[in-house]
């Protein structure tokens, strides 16, 4: 999930979390564009009538309907692929979350879509905390989760989206955590 860091005075505890910048949304995003781009110039060689494929030879297929729908699920992937990389650029979901007993704040920040509300940026009392909370369910799709319970608001999420952490990771972070602001953990 993250990367502790505390300080040397031990006033200061520093998580980063990982956003979109991580293995497999790379990985996803490579095949999708090979894979979209690979239908746009196969619909392109049918239109064309001039083979743009180094592994098939496309440009004998006719353009209506085989052509129109090879550009269309070209086009598509190619967009969907464009989506993919601007997220991985933007490093949607990234950021860190700083609990830092000298001024009494905690801090909670990740970089969001470009525009008005780039930045997601929370400021919350350390006073203010009622405890670290744990979510754990497992089945199809696992959901294993901290939260931070804060008075005035809901639960506000401290790790990362996507794949689950491993329930001894989680509790080490949680444990931490919860030692750390000196709260009670919650949920395990």
Known sequence: MQVQQVTQDNLVLRQEVLGSRRFSNYWWATIVSLGGLGFLLAGLSSYLKVNLLLVSDTSKLQFIPQGVALLFYGVAGTLLALYLWLCIYWNLGGGYNEFNKK???????RWGYPGKNRKIDLDYKIEDVQAIRAEIKEGINPKRELYLRVKPRRDIPLTRVGQPLSLSKLENI???LARFLETPLEGL
Request: aromatic share 10%.
């Open 103 to 109: 001024t009494g704040l905690i801090k909670i920040f």
């Open 174 to 176: 949680g444990a931490e």
